[in-house]
Protein backbone atom coordinates (compact mmCIF):
# COMPACT_ATOMS: atom_id res chain seq x y z
CA UNK A 1 0.00 0.00 0.00
CA UNK A 2 1.34 3.31 -0.86
CA UNK A 3 1.85 6.14 2.03
CA UNK A 4 -0.59 7.79 0.21
CA UNK A 5 -3.00 5.28 0.71
CA UNK A 6 -1.73 4.16 4.27
CA UNK A 7 -2.30 8.08 5.50
CA UNK A 8 -5.87 8.25 3.56
CA UNK A 9 -7.07 4.95 5.38
CA UNK A 10 -5.45 6.23 8.89
CA UNK A 11 -7.46 9.14 8.66
CA UNK A 12 -10.62 7.47 7.62
CA UNK A 13 -10.27 5.69 10.96
CA UNK A 14 -9.90 8.73 12.70
CA UNK A 15 -12.85 10.20 11.29
CA UNK A 16 -14.94 7.23 11.07
CA UNK A 17 -13.92 6.34 14.28
CA UNK A 18 -13.17 2.46 12.51
CA UNK A 19 -10.42 0.32 12.88
CA UNK A 20 -8.18 0.10 10.12
CA UNK A 21 -6.80 -3.85 9.70
CA UNK A 22 -3.75 -3.70 6.82
CA UNK A 23 -3.77 -7.18 6.96
CA UNK A 24 -6.84 -9.10 7.38
CA UNK A 25 -7.62 -11.88 10.50
CA UNK A 26 -8.92 -14.68 8.40
CA UNK A 27 -10.38 -16.79 11.68
CA UNK A 28 -12.69 -14.38 12.45
CA UNK A 29 -13.58 -15.87 15.92
CA UNK A 30 -16.12 -13.66 16.70
CA UNK A 31 -17.39 -12.46 12.90
CA UNK A 32 -16.71 -8.59 14.09
CA UNK A 33 -14.93 -8.72 10.48
CA UNK A 34 -17.25 -10.80 8.61
CA UNK A 35 -17.86 -9.62 5.01
CA UNK A 36 -21.94 -10.47 5.43
CA UNK A 37 -22.07 -8.44 8.64
CA UNK A 38 -24.19 -5.40 7.83
CA UNK A 39 -22.34 -2.31 7.42
CA UNK A 40 -23.80 -0.57 10.51
CA UNK A 41 -22.09 -3.19 12.77
CA UNK A 42 -18.90 -3.29 11.34
CA UNK A 43 -16.22 -1.92 13.35
CA UNK A 44 -13.29 -2.11 10.97
CA UNK A 45 -12.07 -1.71 7.53
CA UNK A 46 -9.61 -3.29 5.26
CA UNK A 47 -7.84 -2.48 2.42
CA UNK A 48 -9.82 -3.64 -0.02
CA UNK A 49 -12.59 -1.68 1.08
CA UNK A 50 -10.92 1.65 0.67
CA UNK A 51 -9.81 1.00 -2.82
CA UNK A 52 -13.30 0.05 -2.93
CA UNK A 53 -14.32 3.42 -1.63
CA UNK A 54 -11.15 5.56 -3.59
CA UNK A 55 -12.95 3.58 -6.35
CA UNK A 56 -16.18 4.95 -6.31
CA UNK A 57 -15.10 8.18 -5.60
CA UNK A 58 -13.50 8.38 -8.95
CA UNK A 59 -16.20 6.79 -11.18
CA UNK A 60 -19.70 7.07 -9.08
CA UNK A 61 -19.67 10.63 -7.62
CA UNK A 62 -19.69 13.89 -9.15
CA UNK A 63 -16.24 15.42 -9.12
CA UNK A 64 -16.89 17.70 -5.91
CA UNK A 65 -17.40 14.87 -3.39
CA UNK A 66 -14.91 15.01 -0.16
CA UNK A 67 -12.78 12.49 0.28
CA UNK A 68 -14.00 11.78 3.85
CA UNK A 69 -17.49 10.57 4.08
CA UNK A 70 -19.95 11.97 6.29
CA UNK A 71 -20.41 9.12 8.01
CA UNK A 72 -20.12 5.54 8.00
CA UNK A 73 -23.22 4.91 6.19
CA UNK A 74 -22.16 7.27 3.27
CA UNK A 75 -18.44 5.12 3.30
CA UNK A 76 -20.04 1.56 3.47
CA UNK A 77 -22.25 2.47 0.74
CA UNK A 78 -19.40 3.59 -1.47
CA UNK A 79 -17.54 1.08 -1.28
CA UNK A 80 -20.39 -0.87 -2.04
CA UNK A 81 -20.57 1.30 -5.46
CA UNK A 82 -16.77 0.95 -5.26
CA UNK A 83 -17.55 -3.28 -5.48
CA UNK A 84 -19.84 -3.13 -8.55
Known amino acids: ?3 EHQQLAQ ?3 RHLGLAFIAEPDD ?3 CFANDPSL ?3 FRQSFTEEDL ?6 LTTA ?4 TAYLPADTAEFWHL ?3 GKK
Not at 61 to 64: A, D, E, G, L, S
Open 51 to 56: MNYLYA
Open 79 to 81: VAL
Open 61 to 64: QPTN
Open 38 to 40: RPE
Open 11 to 13: RLA
Open 27 to 29: TNI
Open 1 to 3: MSP
